[in-house]
Protein backbone atom coordinates (compact mmCIF):
# COMPACT_ATOMS: atom_id res chain seq x y z
CA UNK A 1 0.00 0.00 0.00
CA UNK A 2 0.99 3.36 -0.94
CA UNK A 3 1.42 5.82 2.43
CA UNK A 4 2.94 8.59 0.61
CA UNK A 5 2.06 11.33 -1.68
CA UNK A 6 4.57 11.99 -4.38
CA UNK A 7 5.99 15.54 -2.79
CA UNK A 8 6.57 13.07 0.43
CA UNK A 9 8.24 10.34 -1.64
CA UNK A 10 10.16 13.05 -3.58
CA UNK A 11 11.33 14.47 0.00
CA UNK A 12 12.57 11.15 0.81
CA UNK A 13 14.33 10.88 -1.94
CA UNK A 14 16.09 13.86 -1.14
CA UNK A 15 16.96 12.89 2.56
CA UNK A 16 18.34 9.96 0.95
CA UNK A 17 20.47 11.81 -1.26
CA UNK A 18 22.18 14.22 1.14
CA UNK A 19 22.54 11.09 3.58
CA UNK A 20 24.62 9.89 1.01
CA UNK A 21 26.62 12.98 -0.09
CA UNK A 22 27.17 13.83 3.79
CA UNK A 23 28.91 10.19 4.13
CA UNK A 24 30.62 10.66 0.83
CA UNK A 25 32.00 14.41 2.03
CA UNK A 26 32.93 12.89 5.25
CA UNK A 27 34.91 10.09 4.02
CA UNK A 28 36.78 12.13 1.83
CA UNK A 29 37.88 14.65 4.65
CA UNK A 30 38.33 11.87 7.17
CA UNK A 31 41.10 10.90 4.69
CA UNK A 32 42.29 14.25 3.85
CA UNK A 33 42.85 15.73 6.74
CA UNK A 34 43.40 13.56 10.35
CA UNK A 35 42.37 16.72 12.41
CA UNK A 36 39.08 16.61 10.59
CA UNK A 37 38.30 13.12 11.09
CA UNK A 38 38.68 13.46 14.91
CA UNK A 39 36.20 15.87 14.41
CA UNK A 40 33.80 14.02 12.45
CA UNK A 41 34.26 10.72 14.30
CA UNK A 42 33.69 12.88 17.22
CA UNK A 43 30.46 14.16 15.87
CA UNK A 44 28.24 10.92 14.21
CA UNK A 45 24.99 13.13 14.35
CA UNK A 46 26.15 16.35 13.31
CA UNK A 47 24.04 17.95 10.66
CA UNK A 48 25.80 20.76 9.27
CA UNK A 49 22.87 22.19 7.43
CA UNK A 50 20.41 22.46 11.06
CA UNK A 51 21.67 25.83 12.00
CA UNK A 52 20.18 27.65 9.00
CA UNK A 53 16.91 26.25 9.81
CA UNK A 54 16.89 28.88 12.88
CA UNK A 55 16.97 31.50 9.91
CA UNK A 56 14.36 32.61 7.82
CA UNK A 57 13.91 31.77 3.83
CA UNK A 58 17.09 33.55 2.25
CA UNK A 59 17.36 34.15 -1.14
CA UNK A 60 20.43 36.23 -2.10
CA UNK A 61 19.52 39.35 -1.33
CA UNK A 62 17.97 38.30 1.55
CA UNK A 63 21.36 36.22 2.98
CA UNK A 64 23.28 39.60 1.60
CA UNK A 65 20.90 41.53 4.40
CA UNK A 66 21.83 38.89 6.85
CA UNK A 67 25.60 38.78 6.09
CA UNK A 68 25.72 43.19 5.88
CA UNK A 69 23.54 43.17 9.19
CA UNK A 70 25.88 40.91 11.38
CA UNK A 71 29.13 43.06 10.32
CA UNK A 72 30.67 43.37 13.12
CA UNK A 73 28.35 42.31 15.61
CA UNK A 74 27.05 39.27 17.93
CA UNK A 75 25.24 36.22 16.30
CA UNK A 76 22.37 37.51 19.19
CA UNK A 77 22.76 41.51 18.41
CA UNK A 78 21.87 40.08 14.46
CA UNK A 79 19.12 38.55 15.68
CA UNK A 80 18.08 41.24 17.10
CA UNK A 81 18.33 43.67 14.44
CA UNK A 82 16.81 40.95 11.81
CA UNK A 83 13.76 40.75 14.23
CA UNK A 84 13.20 44.34 14.16
CA UNK A 85 13.55 44.98 10.09
CA UNK A 86 11.53 41.54 9.08
CA UNK A 87 8.71 43.22 11.58
CA UNK A 88 9.13 46.14 9.35
CA UNK A 89 7.67 44.11 6.22
CA UNK A 90 4.84 42.08 7.73
CA UNK A 91 7.33 39.12 8.86
CA UNK A 92 9.92 38.49 6.39
CA UNK A 93 12.99 39.80 5.12
CA UNK A 94 12.34 42.04 2.27
CA UNK A 95 13.72 41.83 -1.31
CA UNK A 96 14.93 44.39 -3.22
CA UNK A 97 12.49 46.06 -4.20
CA UNK A 98 10.45 46.46 -0.93
CA UNK A 99 13.64 47.83 0.66
CA UNK A 100 13.69 50.62 -1.57
CA UNK A 101 10.16 51.20 -0.60
CA UNK A 102 10.57 51.86 2.90
CA UNK A 103 12.04 55.07 4.77
CA UNK A 104 15.77 54.37 4.77
CA UNK A 105 15.61 56.52 9.00
CA UNK A 106 12.76 53.51 9.66
CA UNK A 107 16.09 51.13 8.72
CA UNK A 108 18.28 52.98 10.81
CA UNK A 109 15.73 52.78 13.89
CA UNK A 110 15.72 49.22 13.38
CA UNK A 111 19.61 48.84 14.55
CA UNK A 112 21.20 49.20 10.92
CA UNK A 113 24.02 51.89 11.01
CA UNK A 114 23.81 54.44 8.14
CA UNK A 115 26.69 53.07 6.19
CA UNK A 116 24.95 49.12 6.28
CA UNK A 117 21.84 50.90 4.88
CA UNK A 118 23.46 52.97 2.29
CA UNK A 119 25.34 49.25 1.14
CA UNK A 120 22.03 47.79 1.67
CA UNK A 121 19.95 50.44 -0.65
CA UNK A 122 23.00 50.04 -3.34
CA UNK A 123 22.88 46.67 -3.53
CA UNK A 124 18.77 46.90 -4.14
CA UNK A 125 19.26 49.35 -6.77
CA UNK A 126 21.78 47.09 -8.76
CA UNK A 127 19.12 44.54 -8.55
CA UNK A 128 16.26 46.06 -9.68
CA UNK A 129 17.38 48.39 -12.33
CA UNK A 130 18.77 45.60 -14.14
CA UNK A 131 22.78 46.36 -13.58
CA UNK A 132 22.68 42.96 -11.54
CA UNK A 133 20.44 39.83 -12.37
CA UNK A 134 19.99 37.62 -9.81
CA UNK A 135 19.65 34.81 -12.23
CA UNK A 136 23.09 35.59 -13.27
CA UNK A 137 24.60 35.84 -10.34
CA UNK A 138 23.36 32.64 -8.26
CA UNK A 139 25.13 30.94 -11.65
CA UNK A 140 28.60 32.19 -11.34
CA UNK A 141 31.35 30.48 -10.18
CA UNK A 142 32.53 31.04 -6.10
CA UNK A 143 35.10 33.67 -7.56
CA UNK A 144 33.12 35.57 -10.34
CA UNK A 145 30.35 36.21 -8.38
CA UNK A 146 32.37 37.65 -5.00
CA UNK A 147 34.05 39.82 -7.33
CA UNK A 148 30.76 41.51 -9.02
CA UNK A 149 29.41 41.35 -4.92
CA UNK A 150 32.64 43.41 -3.55
CA UNK A 151 32.70 45.89 -5.90
CA UNK A 152 29.70 47.45 -4.14
CA UNK A 153 30.69 49.75 -1.43
CA UNK A 154 30.56 48.12 1.89
CA UNK A 155 30.47 44.45 0.73
CA UNK A 156 33.59 42.16 1.48
CA UNK A 157 34.54 38.87 0.85
CA UNK A 158 33.33 37.68 4.54
CA UNK A 159 29.97 39.24 3.14
CA UNK A 160 29.77 37.51 -0.13
CA UNK A 161 31.36 33.66 1.22
CA UNK A 162 28.43 33.55 3.69
CA UNK A 163 25.59 34.09 1.65
CA UNK A 164 27.05 31.44 -1.32
CA UNK A 165 26.53 29.32 2.07
CA UNK A 166 23.60 30.20 3.46
CA UNK A 167 21.44 30.81 -0.26
CA UNK A 168 23.27 28.82 -2.81
CA UNK A 169 24.12 26.30 -0.92
CA UNK A 170 27.73 25.76 -2.52
CA UNK A 171 30.25 22.90 -0.99
CA UNK A 172 33.81 24.74 -1.51
CA UNK A 173 33.80 27.84 0.22
CA UNK A 174 35.96 29.18 3.60
CA UNK A 175 35.98 32.18 5.48
CA UNK A 176 38.81 32.93 6.18
CA UNK A 177 38.71 36.15 7.31
CA UNK A 178 35.93 35.09 10.29
CA UNK A 179 38.09 35.86 13.44
CA UNK A 180 35.32 32.65 15.02
CA UNK A 181 36.73 30.63 11.95
CA UNK A 182 40.49 31.43 12.57
CA UNK A 183 40.35 30.79 16.60
CA UNK A 184 38.32 27.10 15.50
CA UNK A 185 41.33 26.37 13.52
CA UNK A 186 43.73 27.79 15.86
CA UNK A 187 42.08 25.14 18.80
CA UNK A 188 41.40 22.46 16.59
CA UNK A 189 44.94 22.48 14.98
CA UNK A 190 46.61 23.33 18.61
CA UNK A 191 48.89 26.09 17.26
CA UNK A 192 50.75 28.76 19.40
CA UNK A 193 49.02 31.76 17.67
CA UNK A 194 46.54 33.18 16.06
CA UNK A 195 45.89 31.95 12.05
CA UNK A 196 46.45 34.65 9.12
CA UNK A 197 43.91 34.56 6.78
CA UNK A 198 46.33 32.98 4.40
CA UNK A 199 47.23 30.35 7.19
CA UNK A 200 43.53 29.03 6.74
CA UNK A 201 43.23 29.13 3.39
CA UNK A 202 46.38 26.54 3.49
CA UNK A 203 45.76 24.58 5.75
CA UNK A 204 41.78 24.14 3.94
CA UNK A 205 43.92 23.21 0.41
CA UNK A 206 43.10 19.88 1.58
CA UNK A 207 39.20 20.10 2.64
CA UNK A 208 38.79 20.73 -1.45
CA UNK A 209 36.27 20.12 -2.89
CA UNK A 210 34.62 20.24 0.60
CA UNK A 211 35.21 23.09 2.25
CA UNK A 212 31.55 24.41 3.62
CA UNK A 213 31.62 21.34 5.32
CA UNK A 214 34.78 20.99 6.78
CA UNK A 215 34.13 24.88 7.98
CA UNK A 216 30.91 23.79 9.76
CA UNK A 217 32.72 20.75 11.60
CA UNK A 218 35.42 23.60 12.84
CA UNK A 219 32.44 26.25 13.96
CA UNK A 220 30.82 23.31 15.61
CA UNK A 221 34.21 21.88 17.62
CA UNK A 222 34.74 25.12 19.15
CA UNK A 223 31.17 26.51 20.24
CA UNK A 224 29.10 23.13 20.60
CA UNK A 225 31.83 21.15 22.16
CA UNK A 226 30.78 17.53 22.75
Not at 11 to 30: I, K, P, Y
Not at 92 to 118: F, Q
Not at 125 to 132: A, V
Amino acid sequence: MVTGTPDDAGLGDRDASRAAWLEQTRSHLRNADPVLARLIDDRPDFDPRAWMALLPPMDLYGALLFQITGQQLSVAATRRTLARIEALFDGHLPTPAELLGVDPGKLREAGLSWRKVSTLRDLAERLTDGRLNPDVLNSLPDDQLIAELTAIPGIGPWTVQGALIIALQREDVVLPGDLALRKAVQAAYQLDHLPTQQEVLAIAEKWRPYRSLATSYLFSAAFEPT
